[in-house]
């Protein structure tokens, strides 16, 4: 098994006091790691003063500047763009990875050449795991669950397979990432861009995986509970649930996800002032754009039975 040198690739947005905290940790973990690498620092249009800091406190760091806010796909995009390494590792700029992180994934990522993207463990404040993810039927809508933070959920101890790879703590192939266009700007300027990637990866024969050996700690909100209100980020979460929807179920499965949404119509208001409505009439006004790309579609390997099946944390040979 070779030790591949990797691009740490970090999107940040007048996240210079997160640096601050948590880019001495990565630091390390890249040192730590055999096969050596790079770090990237993507300043999403943020007047914080980061590219001054980091040009003064770590000058070995490559940074990416975007003149605007773009959002976090747009800053993951450019960063990719820029990594130098073939294998690249997507990291939010609130979490705290540990020494070790880095070699696990990649031993991953190497054990098979389906292997698109693999996860690290992402322990939360109270110790849970927010990693882990599978997709379950609703009777017509996509519910994802997050097995770690079920209380009665025991911890997964070895790898398993995951509905998606999450942008602020995976491994992804660059150029299976480039090949797949990156994350998709329908998803601007956050949420649901990660698992509409791992869900265009699974469609094409491709595998996102979950690997327990690699841990990071994640200061969940670290960045958009600071800058936004909250009722504002629900409303995005659950538009782009929505367009997740309209852009990959089949056409048979499209009138019964309608279906249920109209169903649950009557009693949305009764407990969410009215955020889950408007999230979804939200999704309809970019329906143009959904409709783009799904003409664009090739014919998929898997079906959405396929994927949510193959994808429910299923055990993985060990490498």
Partial sequence: MTTPPVSIVIPSFNGKELLQRYLPDVAASLEAYTGGG??????DGGNDGTPEWLSDQFPKVKVV????????????NSGVEAAANDAVI??????????????????????????????????VADGTDEAPTCF???DGILKLIQPGLEVSSEPFSSAVTVAYAPGGMSV????????LGGFDDLYRPFYWEDADLSWRAWKRGFKALYEPRSEVEHLSHGTIGKLYKRDWYDLINHAHRHLFHMRHLEDRLLKRYLQRVNMLESEINLYDRGVLRRAFFTA??????????????ET???????IIELSSNRPVEKT
């Fill in 284 to 297: 309809v006004a970019r329906l143009d754009e959904v409709i783009e790309r799904r003409r664009a579609d």
């Fill in 38 to 43: 790079e770090i990237v620092v993507v300043e």
């Fill in 300 to 306: 998929p390997a898997r079906s959405t039975e396929e």
């Fill in 136 to 138: 379950e039927d609703d």
């Fill in 90 to 123: 997507l990291l939010n700029n609130d979490m705290s990875p540990k020494k070790g992180f880095i070699a696990p994934l990649i031993e991953r990522l190497q054990s098979s050449d389906d292997v698109f993207a693999v996860c690290s463990k992402s322990l």
């Fill in 172 to 179: 992804f192939r660059r150029d299976m990432f480039i090949t």
């Fill in 65 to 76: 500047i975007h003149d605007i806010n773009k959002g976090f796909g747009a800053a993951a």
